[in-house]
T-cell receptor
């Protein structure tokens, strides 16, 4: 049983470029969550998605950030025109259809903006 | 706004001793609580969870205690081992929010 898979593990971008982070949930899981973590900080909720639907995006910045979870394929967190402040670890988590409480996390993508 | 917080950012214990990590929460509507362990460079790993209709739950070497009166949650680790070194996060769920709300974390350091 593969866990939550995220790629890439490390992503380096220059200011103004786009960053695309991918997340494949655990098999059988239909809920996906994205969290951001700064060094020495906790995880901050960004967005909650189900297949083809954004359920809660209250934690997403109003500009440059978007997320999707298509019918086929992984969930994508997209950051346009990255700035240095976007540098962080981005974690994806998934949960089964029956619960949105116990989340299973991936290993994260460390985004570094030069 | 309401949030989950932790009393101490760092806890240092001797190998073999018991560790107690504390957490305070303020959202009285939360009905689910969970502890995660995060090792350096890795994602959070589930340790144990508890619902608000319970005040204690035990796992393997770990116990979670919930005191709803003072909105306090603790994680007890018995016979702490070097592999327990990590940052421990408490998180709360329910209360009308989607997903989990995390605290800042406590860094547990094991001394030989």
């Amino acid at each position: 049983n593969a866990g939550v898979m995220q790629n890439p593990r490390h992503l380096v971008r220059r200011r103004g470029q786009e960053a695309r982070l991918r997340c494949s949930p655990m098999k059988g899981h239909s809920h996906v969550y994205w969290y951001r973590q700064l060094p020495e900080e906790g995880l901050k909720f960004m967005v909650y998605l189900q297949k083809e639907n954004i359920i809660d995006e209250s934690g997403m910045p109003k500009e440059r950030f978007s997320a999707e979870f298509p019918k086929e394929g992984p969930s994508i967190l997209r950051i346009q025109q990255v700035v240095r402040g976007d540098s962080a670890a981005y974690f994806c988590a998934s949960s089964p259809p029956s619960s949105n409480e116990k989340l299973f996390f991936g290993s994260g993508t460390q985004l570094s903006v030069l | 706004g309401e949030s989950v917080g932790l009393h101490l950012p760092t806890l240092s214990v001797q190998e073999g001793d018991n560790s107690i990590i504390n957490c305070a929460y303020s959202n009285s509507a939360s009905d689910y609580f969970i502890w995660y362990k995060q090792e350096s460079g890795k994602g959070p790993q589930f340790i144990i969870d508890i619902r608000s209709n319970m005040d204690k739950r035990q796992g393997q070497r770990v116990t979670v205690l919930l005191n709803k009166t003072v909105k306090h949650l603790s994680l007890q680790i018995a016979a702490t081992q070097p592999g327990d070194s990590a940052v421990y996060f408490c998180a709360e769920g329910g209360g009308g929010a989607d997903g989990l709300t995390f605290g800042k974390g406590t860094h547990l350091i094991i001394q030989p």
